[in-house]
Nanobody
Framework: VQLQASGGGLVQPGGSLRLSCTAS????????IGWFRQAPGKEREGLSC????????YYGDSVKGRATISRDNAKKMVYLQMNNLKPDDTAIYYC????????????????????WGQGTQVTVSS
């Protein structure tokens, strides 16, 4: 079971990025997937989660209105489109699998998630 985040980079304030999460070693259709980030000296923060059954999406307050999560089960990919990026968005971004299949996705609660792969660095700076 492996998840790999990619698509990060350096972007100017106000810019956009689409982050990708590639799944391997398991059937993506069966699992909800979440996006998280961690900035230096800060706790891991839940950003968004997408359910496997009906594609329902949930967002954290810090990205609500600026982020869109989506999934393509056939391609084994989950995406996070981030718009109007701010310097506070600078962090390492991770995707992870909802192990509990319950409120963990709705709450985007990091302890409910596993299969953390290497993240992708997003830096927002002029």
């Amino acid at each position: 079971v492996q998840l790999q985040a990619s698509g990060g980079g350096l972007v100017q304030p106000g810019g956009s990025l689409r982050l990708s999460c590639t799944a391997s070693g398991f059937t993506l259709d069966d699992w909800a997937i979440g996006w998280f980030r961690q900035a230096p000296g800060k706790e891991r923060e839940g950003l968004s989660c997408i359910m496997n059954r009906d594609g329902s999406a949930y967002y954290g307050d810090s990205v609500k209105g600026r982020a869109t999560i989506s999934r393509d089960n056939a391609k084994k990919m989950v995406y996070l489109q981030m718009n109007n990026l701010k310097p506070d968005d600078t962090a390492i971004y991770y995707c992870a699998l909802d192990l509990i299949a319950g409120d963990g996705c709705v709450l985007i609660d990091a302890p409910s998630f596993g299969a953390w792969g290497q993240g992708t660095q997003v830096t927002v700076s002029s």
